[in-house]
């Protein structure tokens, strides 16, 4: 037998007991005649004693010991005279009669410890040993208890969890598939699947009435910083449902994932905010709302006073940042640069103090009097103190530099604590998207997103502004997730492809077995998916998916620990009737 | 809003109530002013009434409708006068006031019926049609049950669920690795996952100490009847355990399941045999333990009578199938046929009837007396009016063709009950398996499981009889998992490299990072995998594991219904850097 307890549970009242540990030593500390060693496992760490009555034999047993290795000990439970108040068994240590070495152990590439000395690269291809730093190992816990929480409540809620199968037909739609080669049938090719889309809407139509799986979905695109090939959704949907019905549902989930992962209880509803009203307020379909500053647009009044830049643009706004007043020419040049990044693209930055004295300072002061200003703060609801940040331009561009600006302010006042959650429902997506390259419109959710019935009539005159029965969550400026109701009437679904310039042919070659499907009593339904991995992230106050997943891979899609994508025999290639073109 | 109540839910006290149903009509019936109609959902069947006092335009409504139209109906819950104790809500019906068409159907090409008349491609075509009949609904429905309580179990012992990716490096050792080229790296593959087991391996040496994970698997090899290129195991993985620890956890888990899922309580520990005494008395490693019917050897004493046949073999033995000996001369051929068909091989069946009246009658009179048959008799726990049936052969070949003939007379004489269940576990596998072909060893689990410590000196002097670590869970004669206690000492598992014919140099080229892995402080661990398909099937009582899959393949690989796989783009081979050889 290895062990009694683990590392974590001894307490004052096991003193006395003979225990078994097994685990990786932390740290060894040797004090003239006493040997102190910090046992750990994944539960915790204990601390081991061989003191001055520990036979030669051990002793010797003792000395050989490195970082990492794997002991077994068996001991006495003895209370701790300098008890350690940090460590929950800090009170009681443990007075070692036995010792095995179950396996030794290299000195690690980089510290085991919470905060380590390893680049990002050797941890990666170390990542077993990264694995057992405690942040990483709590990530993937947090992890773990998400998934739990999330099967508890749906199956609560009566839906079914169905696996959909991964070997699917590749889809014309979105971005890329990974393709997979078939042996048994040579030249023909399955695709992962980048979501089990259709496969939910066909269990609809099978009557599953609500479904739901955590799921790997694969897109085989260039990543970006935070992007994986393969990440996990929790796939949803419901039938007989409408979109008051989905949200209720869900925001229940995210409700009951607040309080059972982060103990918060979230009595009020979700703010719910239109896609329209997060673009002129926010710049942003995913607005950060853990803060304010809205944007206030000041186009009409701006104009006119002999200011060439403004007189020439399509749209003026800017926020209000409380208290920044007192912003250096330096701050204020960091800002100005700050925008004028390619990657922002501002042409400048106007900035209007609102001094302590009521007096107005600005960067456009030879065109504007102190009323101007005055009506500008006022609008803004600045107050002396204040600082008012203006951008002007084309009016989508424009808002967008004003998102990063607002995100870069919320950064510098400390106004995005990782501590605090914000959560939203961004509604009435606009149902298509224009392409000014393609010149035509794509969908902006996807092609079986419904409508609002409202705005069906607008399939014929105008189209771009139709709105859709789609949603998105959003907490702390992050998407975690998104869906819609979709269109289960055959003819409105003809209207859809048509808006999309996808001809009757194309739809039944790409879609062909939906659309049958459809043929055959297809319920209402909708639903969503969410990011899983996005979710953790946001919960454990990271930044990156990569932190909460086991074995992630790096920018360039490989693993570096398994190295991997690699090489294959041809003999491989040749069962695959496949060659690689040089 | 589409609904108050689900079709299954409506009782006695209901009635009074005005409400609201959605769901499928699976029935219409006229009887001259009335109409029945029975409205479906995944909850249950609730019948609509449209009387005479329905409103012509109801009634023009009514007349449209068909089989699988989509409804939703308003209407009074009422007292049924004719109740339908069949049905859980046969005790009430719905007067319909309003009726709303949501979708039509056309007629499904079979019926939605417990007993279909659609044939198997048909309703695999059709594959959302299929799922909507009760029996493979209700699979879908146990699959469902059986994951949510595996993880709770699992999460209550304190697994934590990790996922692995599926996108990794191939491995060279058993069946077939479907590939997966990179388009970000030309040229270059991943591989799909036959298992994970290397991945959870690395997160023993993590420290993750109890690690599961319901993955999914794949293989690219040759269906056989039931296997499926993708399926789902429960991958398990536990720290600083011997097999005793791994086989206690994990018959837990199974009787949690029989519990949870049969309603069966086994209290009793279940039984455990060791490979050689499965494959000497049932002549299979995974032995049917519904009924005994052991095979009793009797090599030495048939020989040496001049009956030429036993004389040559190698092995005689048989089994006695209790109150037989009435059978006709025909079942006898038909039994004799049975085992002489290729795939079982036998060269003929010796029969001994042992009469009511205590006398003997065998095919093989002429050389042996009523004495010697008496001999067998005893030897086999034959009573008067018991049959016993023999073969002979080569050992192996034998055993074999017994285990066939005894799982055919369990069916035969209906000891082989779907709603019986037992199960057991085998041990003390081999560690290793001799090819004939290849003339060397090959690992019968795999390459990582561990020898029993008291046969490692074997190593040197006799590989073959070397016992591993290994075992089987089986119930009713269908293998539902195995696992080992892995190696996790550099040199044994150099050793058994060795003994398996791999060079250290092939060894770190195939098996490096985990080699690499081990030097860091790996703890002793082992695992099980289940396969989940499997386990669902036996516990919903059918033969083929498609039957609890939503979305199978069929023999040749491919989703009928989906039509994949398929052929793709040129364009889509070309940002591969892949041909196609004609």
């Given at each position: ?215 790997k979905c694969f897109r085989d695109e260039d990543l970006r910083a935070d992007r994986q ?354």
């Amino acid at each position: 037998m290895y062990r009694t307890h683990t590392c974590g549970e001894l307490r004052l009242n096991d003193i006395g007991q003979e225990v078994t540990l097994s685990g990786w030593i932390q740290a060894i500390r040797n004090l003239g005649g006493m040997t102190f060693i910090t046992l750990r496992d994944r539960y915790g760490l204990t601390q081991l004693v061989f003191d001055e009555n520990t036979s030669n034999d051990l002793k010797q047993k003792v000395a050989m010991l490195g970082r990492e290795y794997v002991i077994k000990v068996k001991g006495k439970v003895v209370e701790r005279s300098s008890k350690n108040p940090k460590m929950p068994t800090g009170e009681i240590e443990i007075i070692s009669s036995e010792l095995s070495i179950l396996n030794k152990s290299e000195i690690p590439p980089f510290t085991i410890e919470d905060d380590t000395d390893g680049g990002d690269e050797l941890r990666m291809k170390y990542r077993y040993l990264d694995l057992r730093r405690n942040p990483v190992r709590r990530n993937l816990e947090l992890r773990h208890k998400m998934s739990q929480e999330i099967r508890k409540f749906l199956d609560h809620a009566k839906f079914i969890e169905i696996e959909t199968p991964y070997l699917v037909n590749s889809t014309p739609e979105g971005a890329r598939d990974f393709l997979v080669p078939s042996r048994m049938n040579p030249g023909e090719f399955y695709a992962l699947p980048q979501s089990p889309q259709t496969l939910k809407q066909l269990l609809m139509v099978s009557g599953f009435d609500r479904y739901f799986q955590i799921v790997k979905c694969f897109r085989d695109e260039d990543l970006r910083a935070d992007r994986q090939p393969e990440f996990t959704q929790i796939d949803c949907e419901m039938s007989f449902v409408d979109q008051e019905d989905v949200l209720n549902m869900f925001e229940g989930l995210a409700k009951q994932l607040f309080y059972e992962i982060k103990g918060l209880n979230f009595k009020e509803d979700f703010p719910r905010i239109n896609y329209n009203d997060a673009m002129t307020y926010y710049g942003s379909d995913k607005p950060d709302l853990r803060f304010d500053m809205r944007f206030t647009e000041i186009t009409e009044i701006a104009k006119g006073k002999d200011f060439k830049v403004f007189d020439s643009v399509e749209y003026i706004g800017g926020m209000n940042a409380k208290n920044c007043a007192e912003y250096s020419r330096k701050q204020l040049d960091e800002l100005t640069e700050f925008v004028q990044r390619p990657q922002v693209g501002a042409k400048g930055l106007v900035y209007v103090k609102y001094n302590i004295d009521g007096t107005f300072k600005s960067s456009v002061d030879k065109f504007y009097n102190q009323e101007d200003l005055k009506t500008w703060a006022d609008l803004m609801h600045a107050e002396p103190g204040d600082l008012i940040l203006i951008l002007a331009g084309e009016r989508n561009h424009t808002l967008n530099a004003l998102n990063v600006l607002r995100l870069e302010m919320g950064d510098r006042l400390g106004l995005r604590d990782k501590d605090k959650f914000a959560p939203c429902w961004v509604v009435d997506f606009p149902l298509l998207e224009w392409d000014e390259e393609d010149k035509r419109f794509f969908a902006k959710h996807h092609p079986f997103t419904s409508p609002k019935i409202e705005d069906i009539a607008l399939f014929e005159s105008d189209p771009g502004k139709m709105r859709a029965n789609a949603y998105d969550f959003v907490i702390n400026g992050v998407e975690i997730g998104g869906g819609s109701i979709r269109i289960f009437n055959t003819e409105l679904q003809h209207k859809m492809f048509e808006a999309l310039g996808i001809s009757k042919e194309e739809a039944q070659l790409k879609f062909g077995f939906l659309l049958n499907a459809f043929k055959f009593g297809a319920p209402p339904h909708g639903g969503i998916a969410f990011g899983l991995d996005r979710w953790c992230s946001v919960f454990g106050g990271s930044e990156s998916i990569r932190d909460f997943i086991a074995f992630p891979k790096n920018n360039s899609g490989r693993d570096v620990m398994l190295d991997t994508p690699g090489k294959i025999d041809k003999k491989q290639l040749d069962e695959l009737m496949l060659k690689i073109k040089e």
